[in-house]
């Protein structure tokens, strides 16, 4: 359809009349687009002359503030929200709104442009009557200035306004890449530092270690249902679907002053992941666990730790006697 089809200039705007405030703010949205795809822009520059000609006889409402305002703002918030870029001669607008209409600028683009308009529009509504004829011709002539008329006052506008909201989504899309870039790079380092944690933890130089001011041994280490205590109401309690883990442990202090012992935990890898058990059950009788009182120096206790495990777990098992460093652990065979 020609934006110029010969008839009065009043006969082409829409047949919106009796508006109220309350509703304004949603039918100057409606004028704006419907405007536009009932007089769609034609390459035909007599029917864009006639327009003009036309432009320079519009009259003003009574009340005419704020109109300019409204009418510049709809026409932002359409450029962003429709694609016009073919009414255009001017190949730096073309390029402006393309570059916001890229998928990863569009969203903030339009958000941008909608909480620009609305809370104008809002503002324009209260207590305020529209002329509606003069709002849409008012705003088809402004659309043919800013689009076709290059170098023109709205044309400069539209183009500073573009320039302007494309710096602002550009800070705004560099920021989200720069916050996903630390997330990403935060969770490599806490992917590299469980590695190095797991390669630390399961690659023990031998059964023998020095930590903590002890001098600390796996003997050996075992798996079965029951500890084997002498008493049996000391021995722990059996549970479905567990197992308890045996270290014959030696703990010799080589410091010059007594020093408390503690049990650690043990450690298996199973299917990519490292499983510490650092529970260890309490079996009130001599030679289990780690002696509650302290150790005096050059003095060697041994001991049976146990812990319980799951049944089905099986692999290489390390013991970590200290937890204050995970740079020290010690084999303790397989089970």
């Not at 509606?132 to 183009?159: I, M, P, Q, W």
Request: glycine share 6%; hydrophobic share 35%; charged share 25%.
């Amino acid at each position: 359809m020609k934006l110029y089809s010969g008839t009065s200039f009043a006969a082409q705007t829409l047949p919106l009349t009796g508006v109220r405030a309350a509703k304004v703010s949603r039918q100057l949205l409606l004028c704006g687009l419907v405007c536009i795809a009932t007089n769609a822009f034609a390459d035909d520059k007599e029917d864009i002359a006639k327009l003009k000609s036309e432009c320079t006889k519009l009259s003003r409402p009574a009340d005419d503030s704020g109109y300019d305002e409204l009418i510049d703002k709809m026409l932002k918030r359409n450029s962003i929200s429709q694609d016009y870029t073919p009414f255009s001669n001017d190949a730096e607008l073309v390029t402006l709104l393309q570059t916001l209409k890229k998928p990863e600028n569009l969203d903030f683009a339009q958000d941008t442009v909608e909480r620009d308009f609305g809370y104008f529009s809002d503002m324009f509504s209260i207590g305020k009557n529209v002329d509606e004829t003069y709002l849409n011709n008012s705003y088809r002539c402004h659309f043919v200035e800013a689009y076709v008329d290059v170098g023109s006052k709205a044309n400069k506008e539209l183009k500073s306004y573009f320039q302007w909201l494309l710096n602002r989504t550009t800070e705004h899309v560099n920021l989200l890449a720069a916050e996903k870039a630390d997330r990403e790079d935060y969770a490599k380092g806490v992917r590299d530092e469980e590695e190095a944690y797991k390669k630390r933890l399961l690659t023990p130089k031998g059964n023998a270690a020095t930590v903590g001011g002890f001098k600390i041994t796996a003997n050996s280490c075992v798996a079965r249902g029951k500890v084997g205590t002498l008493n049996p109401f000391l021995e722990p309690k059996a549970w479905n679907g567990s197992k308890f883990l045996i270290v014959d442990a030696s703990f010799k202090n080589v410091s010059t002053s007594s020093k408390y012992m503690f049990p650690g935990s043990v450690a298996v890898s199973k299917n990519g992941k490292v499983y510490k058990f650092d529970k260890f059950e309490m079996v009130n009788e001599s030679g289990f666990g780690s002696d509650a009182e302290p150790l005096n120096p050059l003095i060697t206790y041994r001991t049976k730790l146990i812990f319980r495990i799951p049944a089905d777990l099986t692999g290489e098992i390390v013991w970590h006697p200290d937890e204050r460093t995970d740079d020290v652990t010690v084999s303790c065979g397989s089970i």
